[in-house]
């Protein structure tokens, strides 16, 4: 039933783990005290009612908001109090919910972009312009190429990031991600505002990301997708979780349907404030 | 085409001394050459990382006063007991010096204020200038303070020991500003137009994001504060040792808002910007003077500079450009770090 075949058995060893983390934003409790590991090569998926707090978990894991409270840990680094460039050249890339791509700069730049943490030449060799800055350059632009070619945006390579449609730019954010070689993707919300069918092909492109040994933490509305790509479900309200398991049992579960009140997560895709 | 165009341009500027013998406009030309130096400058920091720096003229300032006071030596007595005293070096030794010093003050004020962003910037930058040139004025000990420094050495090339020859004239003057300029825009050249360069578009287009793919803010608003200051301090040394006088006037916000022009009209974040808005702006005062009077002048100047800014809001170089593709089509393959600026429509439909 499950769109993404699970190869492997799964070797359970956490990579993230999220202990005790509490985020307050004055007196306004966005996260409190969550506890959760995503463990090589899942697909969690976190979900939860509007303002439940999901987007505020990817800030602190990304070191985009401080915790109140808590540690945060990946591979054994504690990633709380890491700035977010120090966040990614651990390997943990997110996308944003609101889209967000370099609107003036092309496709292939928004991706030569993204590629940054591949490059190692120096400010130094690059003014200098020794022959490996140029070799680099060279390198960089055929992993571009490589992963426009991986999301399906390659036509797309010479026009502006901010003139795409709308699904496009959603993959474009995705695929700026993938530049910057994570082993953790955060993705917030990657299918809001697509059709079926560009819902149905990301969900594709999520298993192929998968095996390319890519963990995944996911943040969904979309109950079909969620359903369908996760191996184990993450549900917060209030801020605080609720329940944990996979997906059927999620569906089941009464406390999870009494938060969703009449939003059904069983349904089509949540409806939005 | 382009490069026809580039060899045009190079062909022109190496052959002003030759075929222009009015030594008055050759004088204006090295002075705007210093200065669009400097504006090129500003544009790696305003234009490429988006930071609007308007205390720009304290890293002009310092490069001339460090390598003025460096080539004509100096004495402080410092404390009843110590004093510190410096020979005469050579020009092209102080010269240096001036750069590296103005550099350090770019990293310093980069370290400081790019935890501070935004207007809090402009705030800082503009402090520090001011502080800079009251030190000029007040330190009176080392700068000469309102007295001047003056009886600055020029230029001297040569092989030492063997042949020296000391630069007075206007002609050689001039070929060592093209060449510094020529220099200098390779620099920033080779910065834009690598990942280096990307790395600094990418921070002004959408921070979050280029940190969330492990861009280090940090790290590159500063070092293009460090460079763009080195090269502000260059121009500087210029300065000094072609005009051979300097007073803690150069510190004026005036030339911070000349460079800010010179590199909005030209076309921020553009490489050949600053270039033209610097000859635009560096001649046009004078061309004017040669027939109005002084207030006329200001209010051409003034129109001229609001006519463009509210007809070209990108600035001359991309409208150009943008005229040439919408004609002739698109130019040989576009330098990738330019086009963020080259399509000024979609960047209105955000
Ligand atoms: N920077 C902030 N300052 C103050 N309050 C905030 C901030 N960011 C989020 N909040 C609040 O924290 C709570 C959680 O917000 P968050 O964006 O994490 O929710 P979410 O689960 O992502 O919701 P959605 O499904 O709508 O995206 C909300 O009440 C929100 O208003
Ligand atoms: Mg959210």
């Known amino acids: 039933m499950s769109a993404i075949p699970n190869t492997a058995a799964p070797v359970l060893e956490p990579v993230l783990e999220i202990e005790h983390v509490a985020v307050h934003f004055g007196g306004l409790v966005a996260v409190a005290d969550m506890n959760f590991a995503v463990h090589e090569g899942e697909v969690v998926s976190l979900i939860g009612p509007n303002g439940a707090g999901k987007t505020t978990a990817f800030n602190v894991i990304t070191g985009f908001l401080r915790p109140t409270k808590g540690r945060i840990r990946y591979r054994g680094t504690v990633l709380t109090g890491l700035r977010p460039h120090e966040v990614a050249d651990l390997g943990v890339v997110r996308t944003f919910q609101k889209t967000s791509v370099f609107d003036t700069n092309t496709v292939f730049e928004n991706i030569l972009i993204g590629l940054h943490r591949r490059g190692r030449c120096t400010a130094w060799e690059t003014l200098l312009g020794l022959p490996r800055v140029r070799a680099e350059e060279k390198r960089l632009r055929e992993e571009a190429v490589e992963i426009l070619e991986f999301v399906g945006i390659a036509r797309r390579a010479s026009e502006l990031g901010g003139a795409l449609p709308y699904g496009e730019q959603r993959l474009l954010e995705v695929a700026v991600a993938l530049a910057a070689r994570p082993s953790l993707l955060l993705l917030d919300e990657p299918v809001s505002g697509m059709n079926p069918a560009e819902t149905s092909s990301f969900m594709r492109l999520l298993a192929r990301i998968r095996a390319r040994n890519i963990t995944v933490l996911l943040v969904e509305h979309d109950m079909r997708m969620v359903m369908g790509v996760s191996d184990r479900v993450v549900v917060l309200n209030h801020g605080k979780i609720i329940a944990e398991g996979p997906p059927a049992a999620i569906q089941q579960n009464p406390e999870v349907i009494r938060a969703y009140l009449g939003h059904g997560v069983r349904g089509e895709g949540a409806k939005r404030a | ?350």
């Open chain 2, 1 to 350: 085409m382009k490069t026809a165009l580039l060899c045009l341009w190079l062909a022109v500027l190496l052959t002003v001394p030759l075929w222009l013998t009015d030594l008055y406009f050759l004088h204006i030309l090295i002075t705007t050459g210093i200065f669009t130096i400097a504006a090129m400058s500003l544009n790696l920091l305003l234009g490429f990382t988006g930071q609007l720096s308007l205390g720009h003229v304290a890293f002009f300032g310092i490069g001339a006063y460090t390598s003025a006071l460096l080539s004509l030596g100096f004495d402080l007595q410092l404390t009843e007991s110590y004093r510190f005293a410096v020979a005469p070096k050579p020009v092209w030794l102080a010269f240096l010096a001036g750069i590296v010093v103005a550099g350090f003050f770019g990293w310093v004020i980069g370290r400081i204020s790019f935890k501070v962003r935004g207007a809090y910037f402009v705030i800082v930058t503009i402090s520090f200038a001011e502080v800079v040139r009251l030190v000029a004025l007040n330190w009176v000990d080392l700068t000469e303070g309102p007295m001047a420094l003056s009886a600055i050495p020029p230029f001297t090339f040569g092989i030492p020991g063997l042949w020296e020859e000391t630069i007075y004239k206007k002609q050689p003057n001039y070929y060592l500003v093209l060449g510094v300029a020529i220099l200098s825009y390779l620099v920033i050249r080779r910065l834009v137009l690598s990942r280096v360069g990307r790395a600094m578009i990418a921070l002004r287009e959408n921070e979050p994001l280029a940190t969330s793919v492990g861009i280090d803010v940090t790290r590159y608003l500063i070092l293009a504060a460090v460079v763009s200051a080195a090269i502000a301090g260059a121009a500087g040394g210029l300065y000094a040792h072609y005009v051979r006088i300097i007073d803690p006037d150069i510190f004026l916000f005036i030339y911070t808002v000349t460079m800010v022009i010179m590199v909005i009209t030209g076309g921020k974040g553009t490489l050949a910007g600053p270039i033209v808005g610097g000859l635009i702006f560096g001649i046009l005062p004078v061309v004017l003077r040669s027939f109005a009077g002084p207030e006329i002048q200001w209010i051409i100047y003034g129109a001229f500079m609001i006519l463009i800014v509210f007809f070209l809001p990108d600035g001359i170089v991309p409208a150009i450009r943008s005229w040439w593709e919408g004609r002739v089509g698109p130019l040989a393959e576009p330098e990738p770090a330019e086009l963020s600026n080259a399509r000024p429509a979609e960047r209105q439909a955000e």
